[in-house]
């Protein structure tokens, strides 16, 4: 059994894909078992040189890796070539972490009690097909750095980045069973990850639908889950901000990955007094978006990812009241133009993750009015605050109920801080300082000292 893989620029059939069944996953899941018992008794050094020896294997093949995301996932070249960059500055920053996770040496009486870091055993990786490579990254790096053997499931439309970077893996002298890339569908191999009694946690970055499902059977399991979900971000831009800065951000901030991201920016709210400076200001960064090829250099966004969803975001715009739109290449290709559009707060695209290259634009009256409005659905992953008024700029961050906000600025994911949501767009943290620590349980042992 296999799938079939599209280049979503030219809507063409490339390549068929194994599709893995139950069995299969098991026999991983038990040669997970046994390679993560070597690998967490290694010296932490060890551990740490053979996650190096990853980091520079893909350091190696960023041209490569970056080509097969251009085909697959339809990136733009420059896009993929950072994100292949990205999962080696993960592994690097994360091949720190075995001599660093250190336990506590807390006081009691007549002994010596100490906690530690304790890998789960075998970690279940289910990854969406928006960011192949660098979300993978951020599961199986820290786990792996943690002493954790990897499963990992990439997404049954992008899984070619993910098969390379197992086979990177094995070139560079990981040992062999510890990190596997299994391709299949989500109801076969990610549910089986979900009910393995060996596979001791999940991590999932996918639907708020899924995550929900995943996260159930996770509890019925009694098993630890992390989920990355949706968002609905909103992009405040008050009265008193750089207003040419911030409208010429923007752009970036909802179209890079042609919307399918899930931090993008698609709520854009503009204090009513600077509501139509502002459109007056997008409306040209919004023409000079580059949408194209995905091979050139200079492209910077490409199509969607598929056909269907195509359908999907085109099925916002009924009804729709459109401002203006970029433009897009005609003909093959699951290609879809910029697309600003004026909302109400209660319209379906205003509320609805879109996860294609459609803004929705709202005014509102003032700063408690802000952050209501930013906070008026369902998600809460990340957002932007554009205000020159340092006062404002913390009341308001404190305010809108994100796991990520940039102040002035659009950035949401650093390898070194902490990424993930509140409400429905997840649970738990990835990256940062703290991430290996979370692919661990903590032990704590009482040695008595009393002589007699
Ligand atoms: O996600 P799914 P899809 C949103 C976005 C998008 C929509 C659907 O709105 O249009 O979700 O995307 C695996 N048990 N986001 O269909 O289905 C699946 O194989 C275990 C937002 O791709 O959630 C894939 O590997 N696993 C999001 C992964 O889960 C299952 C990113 C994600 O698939 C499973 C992606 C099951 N029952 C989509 N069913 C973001 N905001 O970043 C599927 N999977």
């Given at each position: 059994?296999?799938?079939?893989?599209?280049?979503?620029?030219?809507?063409?059939?490339?390549?068929?894909?194994?599709?893995?069944?139950?069995?299969?996953?098991?026999?991983?899941?038990?040669?997970?078992?046994?390679?993560?018992?070597?690998?967490?008794?290694?010296?932490?050094?060890?551990?740490?040189?053979?996650?190096?020896?990853?980091?520079?294997?893909?350091?190696?093949?960023?041209?490569?890796?970056?080509?097969?995301?251009?085909?697959?996932?339809?990136?733009?070249?420059?896009?993929?070539?950072?994100?292949?960059?990205?999962?080696?500055?993960?592994?690097?920053?994360?091949?720190?972490?075995?001599?660093?996770?250190?336990?506590?040496?807390?006081?009691?009486?007549?002994?010596?009690?100490?906690?530690?870091?304790?890998?789960?055993?075998?970690?279940?990786?289910?990854?969406?097909?928006?960011?192949?490579?660098?979300?993978?990254?951020?599961?199986?790096?820290?786990?792996?750095?943690?002493?954790?053997?990897?499963?990992?499931?990439?997404?049954?439309?992008?899984?070619?980045?993910?098969?390379?970077?197992?086979?990177?893996?094995?070139?560079?002298?990981?040992?062999?069973?510890?990190?596997?890339?299994?391709?299949?569908?989500?109801?076969?191999?990610?549910?089986?990850?979900?009910?393995?009694?060996?596979?001791?946690?999940?991590?999932?970055?996918?639907?708020?639908?899924?995550?929900?499902?995943?996260?159930?059977?996770?509890?019925?399991?009694?098993?630890?889950?992390?989920?990355?979900?949706g968002?609905k971000?909103?992009?405040?831009?008050?009265?008193?901000?750089?207003?040419?800065?911030?409208?010429?951000?923007?752009?970036?901030?909802?179209?890079?990955?042609?919307?399918?991201?899930?931090?993008?920016?698609?709520?854009?709210?503009?204090?009513?007094?600077?509501?139509?400076?502002?459109?007056?200001?997008?409306?040209?960064?919004?023409?000079?978006?580059?949408?194209?090829?995905?091979?050139?250099?200079?492209?910077?966004?490409?199509?969607?990812?598929?056909?269907?969803?195509?359908?999907?975001?085109?099925?916002f715009?009924?009804?729709?009241?459109?401002?203006?739109?970029?433009?897009?290449?005609?003909?093959?290709?699951?290609?879809?133009?910029?697309?600003?559009?004026?909302?109400?707060?209660?319209?379906r695209i205003a509320r609805e993750e879109v996860f294609?290259?459609?803004?929705?634009?709202?005014?509102?009256?003032?700063?408690?009015?802000?952050?209501?409005?930013?906070?008026?659905t369902a998600?809460?992953?990340?957002?932007?605050?554009?205000?020159?008024?340092?006062?404002?700029?913390?009341?308001?961050?404190?305010?809108?109920?994100?796991?990520?906000?940039?102040?002035?600025?659009?950035?949401?994911?650093?390898?070194?801080?902490?990424?993930?949501?509140?409400?429905?767009?997840?649970?738990?943290?990835?990256?940062?300082?703290?991430?290996?620590?979370?692919?661990?349980?903590?032990?704590?042992?009482?040695?008595?000292?009393?002589?007699?």
């Amino acid at each position: 059994m296999t799938f079939t893989l599209i280049d979503p620029s030219t809507g063409a059939a490339f390549r068929e894909v194994h599709r893995a069944d139950v069995e299969e996953v098991d026999a991983a899941v038990a040669r997970a078992v046994v390679a993560q018992r070597s690998w967490a008794a290694l010296a932490p050094v060890a551990r740490a040189d053979a996650l190096r020896a990853f980091a520079r294997a893909v350091e190696e093949h960023i041209d490569e890796l970056a080509r097969l995301e251009v085909l697959n996932s339809g990136h733009p070249i420059g896009s993929a070539r950072w994100e292949a960059s990205h999962v080696a500055q993960v592994l690097n920053f994360y091949a720190g972490a075995p001599e660093r996770l250190s336990g506590q040496q807390i006081p009691v009486a007549g002994g010596l009690d100490v906690t530690f870091h304790e890998p789960y055993g075998v970690v279940g990786i289910i990854v969406p097909w928006n960011f192949p490579m660098t979300i993978a990254s951020w599961g199986f790096a820290p786990a792996l750095a943690a002493g954790n053997a990897v499963v990992l499931k990439p997404a049954e439309l992008t899984p070619l980045t993910a098969v390379r970077l197992g086979e990177l893996a094995l070139e560079a002298g990981l040992p062999e069973g510890l990190f596997q890339v299994i391709t299949g569908s989500g109801s076969i191999v990610g549910q089986r990850f979900v009910s393995h009694p060996d596979v001791r946690k999940v991590v999932f970055t996918g639907s708020t639908a899924v995550g929900t499902d995943v996260a159930a059977g996770c509890a019925r399991e009694l098993k630890p889950v992390t989920l990355e979900l949706g968002g609905k971000s909103a992009n405040i831009v008050f009265a008193d901000a750089d207003l040419e800065k911030a409208a010429a951000a923007a752009p970036g901030a909802v179209f890079d990955n042609a919307g399918q991201d899930c931090c993008a920016r698609s709520r854009i709210l503009v204090e009513r007094s600077v509501y139509d400076r502002f459109l007056e200001l997008l409306e040209p960064a919004v023409a000079a978006w580059r949408v194209g090829d995905p091979a050139l250099e200079s492209t910077e966004m490409g199509p969607l990812i598929s056909a269907a969803h195509r359908s999907t975001v085109a099925s916002f715009l009924e009804g729709a009241d459109v401002a203006f739109r970029g433009s897009a290449p005609e003909g093959d290709g699951f290609w879809f133009a910029p697309t600003v559009v004026l909302a109400g707060r209660e319209d379906r695209i205003a509320r609805e993750e879109v996860f294609g290259p459609v803004v929705a634009v709202l005014p509102f009256d003032d700063e408690a009015d802000a952050i209501a409005l930013a906070n008026d659905t369902a998600y809460g992953l990340a957002g932007s605050i554009w205000t020159e008024n340092l006062g404002r700029a913390v009341r308001v961050s404190r305010g809108v109920k994100s796991g990520v906000l940039s102040v002035n600025s659009h950035s949401s994911v650093r390898y070194w801080t902490p990424f993930g949501g509140m409400k429905a767009s997840g649970l738990g943290r990835e990256l940062g300082p703290d991430a290996a620590e979370h692919f661990t349980e903590t032990k704590n042992v009482f040695f008595a000292t009393d002589a007699s």
